[in-house]
């Protein structure tokens, strides 16, 4: 079973269902990286601006799935190697309008 588990998520990890998702900004805020030439200042977010998530592109970053980012390897669910992931893995996104059903 813990294999099988780790082909489920290494499934929705390279294949995510919904891929991209958009949030508009219902205020002024900002994305605490990502602005700058080397991306580490923060971005400013004007009410009413629509954000872009491509959760396909983040489930192949070399930075947070190895250097081996674009394989099917399940086994990498199950060494620990990911154990720090958090939100850098969300086949049903998260937040408040996390998918419903993401524990059926
Ligand atoms: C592998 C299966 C599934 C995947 C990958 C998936 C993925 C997602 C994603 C990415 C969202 C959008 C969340 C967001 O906008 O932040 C979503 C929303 C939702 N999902 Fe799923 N889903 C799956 C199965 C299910 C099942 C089985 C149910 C119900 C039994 C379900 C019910 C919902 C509902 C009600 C929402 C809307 C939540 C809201 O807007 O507040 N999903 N799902």
């Not at 602005?35 to 004007?46: A, R, T």
Request: with cysteine.
């Amino acid at each position: 079973m813990p294999y099988l588990k780790a082909v489920w998520d290494e499934t929705l990890c390279l294949y995510p269902q919904i891929p991209v998702n958009v949030r508009i900004a219902n205020k002024m805020t900002y994305l605490p990286h990502g602005g700058g030439p080397d991306g580490l200042s923060p971005i400013l977010v004007h009410k009413g601006t629509g954000v872009g998530v491509s959760v396909y592109h983040m489930h192949r970053s070399k930075a947070l799935f190895g250097e081996d980012a674009n394989s099917f390897r399940p086994e990498r669910w199950i060494t620990g190697e990911l154990e720090k992931v958090g939100w850098g893995y969300i086949p049903f996104h998260n937040g408040s309008r996390i998918c419903l059903g993401s524990k059926f």
